[in-house]
């Protein structure tokens, strides 16, 4: 299993995404995480693709709206790209959004085979966490059955052991609402990774690194 999760994009390890993603080729992007929020997300998802396009990477949208009830497609289009980007957003909505395309169930069994690198950012890396719980504080759960017809789910893929709480001192988040929710964990003794925009979390041939800026 290949994982490249970060708080923003890259991070400051561009070096390291290249490595474990090989030589640039297609690459499925992810943009569900902004389904709550029609009038952006044309200009969200232009904002990752061109970036990818002009690193020499060929980036499709993958839409998992596309995909509800249909996991045996999904998993079939997943496997014919070498790399998986799943961008920022609304954590809740993108949680929603693999539920109901079958994405929750299909992508762990692909990670295990080795099948392509995940590559995800603030909301697609906290996806991948035990629960979501403590994310409210930054995403709004009721953006959820408005936009996904179905209530918030607050479990995680469970793909890493602890919580990602991303945008530390970062201004992307002028409410402060990570570095307040790390300082929760930090005082009730739960392990977290607390992620500046210049950090990453990698996981690779069974070693799990945080990489900080």
Known sequence: MRLFLSSYRFGDHFDVFA?????????????????????????????????????????????????IGRPAELARELTQYPVVWVR??????????FARSGADRVLPDLLAADTFLYAGYSAGACLLS?????????????????????????????????????????????TGAGSTLAARYRADGIAHWALTDADAVVHNAGETRCLTG
């Open 19 to 67: 490595e474990l993603a090989g030589a640039p080729g297609p690459v499925a992007v992810i943009g569900n995480a902004c389904d709550a929020w029609p009038q952006a997300r044309a200009g969200a998802m232009t904002s990752e693709l061109v970036p990818l396009r002009r690193l020499g990477y060929t980036p499709r949208e993958l839409d998992l709206r596309e995909y």
């Open 88 to 97: 920022g957003g609304n954590t809740f909505v993108l949680r929603a959004q």
């Open 130 to 174: 035990p629960d979501l719980y403590g994310m409210e504080t930054a995403d709004d759960p009721d953006e959820v059955p408005p936009t996904c017809g179905i209530e918030p789910l607050w479990s995680g893929l469970g793909l890493i052991d602890r919580p990602i709480v991303p945008h530390i001192d970062s201004a992307t988040d002028p």
